[in-house]
């Protein structure tokens, strides 16, 4: 069974800063999730990836699969950009459907 | 296009009393995951379905819960004699295939167990 660590649990940053969180998983996958939950609960997939990189706007996900740990970087960060962002892995490694999260980061973005 | 939904968005009921919260999937996808999130804590996976079946039913905490999913679309998640443990934000999401696809999530159902 898969166990995911995210850190750090909550991080302040000021409008315009560099944002950088961290996710480390221990059992081998193909793809690992970054999602979004708003403050108001809704949850959205930012990323789904496998190797390298991807970048969407002002957020940037990268993986090392050897390593087994992935970071969400997020460039002039924005108090919009404030909520739980949260990584997930398959449940048992592999490319199983059925995931296993981290316990969010809790970001906050102050103008 | 629509998204996941989920019915009813909230949900009060007294314990011991049974509830159904349902899951109507993005169209075409195959792949129908349900989660729990409680107060304070992470996502927890409960039951995931590839059509109609569903091979992992591990996460499903008792024998009080329960879920089915009929057509390849529709879900229910029923939970039995509720208990204030029970109390939690409940997630669906799908996907159009099982494997490592990107999970479309639902805005989730609040249950409040008194």
């Known amino acids: 069974k898969n166990e995911v660590e995210q850190s750090p649990q909550n991080l302040t940053a000021q409008e315009g800063e560099f944002i950088t969180i961290n996710c480390s998983y221990s059992?081998?996958?193909?793809?690992l999730h970054w999602l979004q939950q708003h403050p108001g609960g809704g949850i959205v997939s930012l990323f789904m990836l496998s190797s390298g990189k991807k970048k969407h706007g002002r957020l940037i996900a990268t993986i090392n699969i050897q390593e087994k740990h992935s970071s969400l970087h997020i460039t002039a960060s924005h108090p919009r950009d404030s909520a739980v962002y949260i990584c997930?892995?398959?449940?048992?490694?592999?490319?199983?459907?059925?995931?296993?999260f981290g316990k969010g980061t809790k970001l906050s973005v102050k103008p | 296009g629509a998204g996941v939904s989920q019915s009813p968005s909230n949900k009060v009921t007294e314990k011991g009393k049974d509830v159904e919260l349902r899951c109507d999937p993005i169209s075409g996808h195959t792949a129908l995951y349900w989660y729990r999130q409680s107060l304070g804590q992470g996502l927890e996976f409960l039951i995931y379905f590839q059509g109609n079946s569903a091979p992992d039913k591990s996460g499903l905490p008792s024998d009080r819960f329960s879920a089915e999913r009929t057509g390849g679309s529709v879900s229910t998640l029923t939970i039995q004699r509720t208990q204030q443990e029970d109390s939690a934000v409940y997630l669906c999401a799908s996907s159009l295939a099982q494997g490592p696809g990107t999970q479309y999530f639902g805005p989730g159902t609040r249950l409040l167990v008194l």
């Open positions: 059992v081998g996958i193909s793809a």
């Open positions: 997930a892995v398959p449940n048992y490694g592999g490319s199983q459907g059925n995931l296993i």
